[in-house]
């Protein structure tokens, strides 16, 4: 069977996309597993396990190259296709294509394109996404075990990139591991797809942790429009360094891979960190479609902080309060001790280094 899963919106969406492929495998090792993605996101692909191809567009559906998109879905000879994100062109394309089998949610206008439809309302929030993914699996029979996580397997030439980049701003001594001086990660924007913890937290949090363990590395990253929050963040503290240079997404997977902590908002670099394995502390909304519910990182190695929601308010009961479901009730001091019991190792080191 040759198997296409069409996922092309953005990085975290697609993360947690890559457990269906390793589902694919396990039911037949022999299956041929292409993801068709945006071309940015493409790199990190080199780093998951299950894939034999990948297949490129330049946004998130086709630009009306319909019967040219057709032609080249027709060349793999593909079985089935996998909407884990749905477009329409898309779907136009692999109906055109012949694609026997073409799997999508019932509830959208094109769902007659779908030979297999999955009966499920996403903005709910009743689930995971990656949940949500898998269970498109299940509508062709597929077993979708409860172990599955997206895992990125980051190998030396990444994890030798990712630490030139260090290098390049005079962090060259720390590691991941119980030698050396740790560093520490923060990553205050989210490009705007999910509401954020305030930036003054996060420079407030980045000062708590220089004062009482000024050994420690702390690096800010982000995008290049997200410079002006990584520079509140560091504030004049030259020990609170930038990643202000550009890095495609399999170093930036070798980068985050030598921080013993990532702490950050909904977004993509956090579950790249997850399937890192790195250990993440995150900041997530309580409303029904943004929260950890449905978006949170998928190991065991997160802690996810999230306003309280009050039990007297009925607003809050729908998961749907914009009073209480503020990110400013959640508090500098919370995410430093969340911090500390997420990685006890790295603050139990304090006049040790």
């Given at each position: 069977m040759r198997y296409c899963i069409?996922?092309?919106?953005?990085?975290?969406?697609?993360i947690l996309t890559l457990p269906m492929a390793e589902a694919i495998k396990r039911s037949d090792p022999s299956a041929h597993v292409t993801y068709c993605v945006q071309e940015y996101t493409r790199s990190l692909l080199s780093l998951a396990s299950g894939i034999d191809d990948v297949i490129t567009i330049r946004g998130r559906d086709l630009d009306g190259r319909l019967r040219r998109f057709a032609d080249v879905l027709?060349?793999?000879?593909?079985?089935?296709?996998?909407?884990?994100?749905?477009?329409?062109?898309?779907?136009?394309?692999?109906?055109?294509?012949g694609i026997p089998q073409r799997i999508g949610s019932r509830y959208r206008w094109y769902?007659?394109?779908?030979?297999?439809?999955?009966?499920?309302?996403?903005?709910?929030?009743?689930?995971?996404?990656?949940?949500?993914?898998?269970?498109?699996?299940?509508?062709?029979?597929?077993a979708t075990p409860a172990d599955l996580q997206p895992v990125l397997n980051v190998g030396d030439a990444e994890?030798?990139?990712?630490?030139?980049?260090?290098?390049?701003?005079?962090i060259d001594s720390c590691?991941?591991?119980?030698?050396?001086?740790?560093?520490?990660?923060?990553?205050?924007?989210?490009?705007?797809?999910?509401?954020?913890?305030p930036v003054e937290?996060?420079?407030?949090?980045?000062?708590?942790l220089r004062e009482e363990f000024p050994e420690l590395h702390l690096l800010v990253t982000g995008t290049r429009d997200e410079l002006p929050l990584m520079e509140a963040v560091s504030g004049d503290d030259a020990h609170i360094h930038i990643l202000r240079e550009p890095v495609s997404l399999d170093v930036l997977a070798g980068l985050l891979s030598w921080a013993r902590?990532?702490?950050?908002?909904?977004?993509?670099?956090?579950?790249?960190?997850?399937?890192?394995?790195?250990?993440?502390?995150?900041?997530?909304?309580?409303?029904?479609?943004?929260?950890?519910?449905?978006?949170?990182?998928?190991?065991?190695?997160?802690?996810?902080?999230?306003?309280e929601a009050d039990p007297s308010c009925s607003a809050c009961l729908r998961r749907s309060c914009k009073i209480?479901?503020?990110?400013?009730?959640?508090?500098?001091?919370?995410?430093?001790?969340?911090?500390?019991?997420?990685?006890?190792?790295?603050f139990s080191r304090k006049g040790r280094f």
């Open positions: 069409f996922r092309s919106d953005r990085i975290g969406d697609l027709r060349g793999h000879e593909f079985d089935c296709a996998v909407f884990a994100y749905p477009r329409p062109r898309l779907a136009i394309a692999a109906a055109l294509a769902a007659p394109l779908f030979t297999h439809r999955r009966h499920e309302h996403r903005r709910d929030g009743q689930a995971h996404e990656m949940d949500f993914n898998l269970g498109l699996l299940e509508e062709i029979g597929i994890r030798e990139a990712g630490r030139a980049v260090l290098r390049r701003m005079n590691t991941n591991d119980n030698a050396g001086f740790p560093c520490i990660m923060l990553h205050p924007g989210s490009g705007k797809s999910a509401k954020d913890w937290y996060f420079a407030a949090l980045a000062r708590r902590l990532f702490i950050a908002n909904s977004t993509g670099p956090l579950h790249i960190a997850a399937a890192c394995r790195v250990p993440v502390l995150a900041f997530y909304p309580f409303g029904r479609a943004v929260n950890a519910r449905r978006w949170g990182p998928r190991t065991a190695h997160a802690t996810v902080l999230s306003p209480h479901d503020d990110m400013r009730r959640i508090s500098v001091s919370d995410a430093f001790e969340a911090a500390h019991h997420l990685v006890p190792d790295v």
